[in-house]
């Protein structure tokens, strides 16, 4: 079973610091599987308030942002 570890979260403040952030890049690295992934992946503020203060959410969230890249693959 792939396991998920959060190793890194990065606030985007693309409106500038006197504002509030705008996204999230959750880095992260996988366990357990017969293939690596890691990287980060960006999240709304929405998103990741949503799940702010549940790691197993923030897990979630990263494994259905990666999907959602997987699936939006083409076969080369």
Same mark, same amino acid.
């Given at each position: ?13 693309? @409106? ?5 952030y705008? /996204?999230?890049?959750? $880095?992260?690295?996988?366990? !357990?599987? &017969?293939? @690596? ?6 999240? /709304?503020?929405?998103e $990741?308030a949503?799940?702010? !203060?549940? &790691? ?17 693959t083409?076969?080369?």
């Open positions: 079973m792939m396991k998920i570890v959060i190793t890194s979260i990065n606030f985007n403040y693309k @409106n500038g610091y006197d504002g509030d705008t /996204s999230v890049n959750l $880095y992260f690295n996988s366990t !357990g599987a &017969t293939f @690596n992934l890691n990287g980060f992946v960006e999240v /709304s503020k929405d $990741y949503a799940a702010s !203060g549940d &790691t197993s959410k923030l897990e979630d969230l990263i494994k259905s942002k990666v999907e959602e890249n997987i699936q939006g083409t076969a080369g």
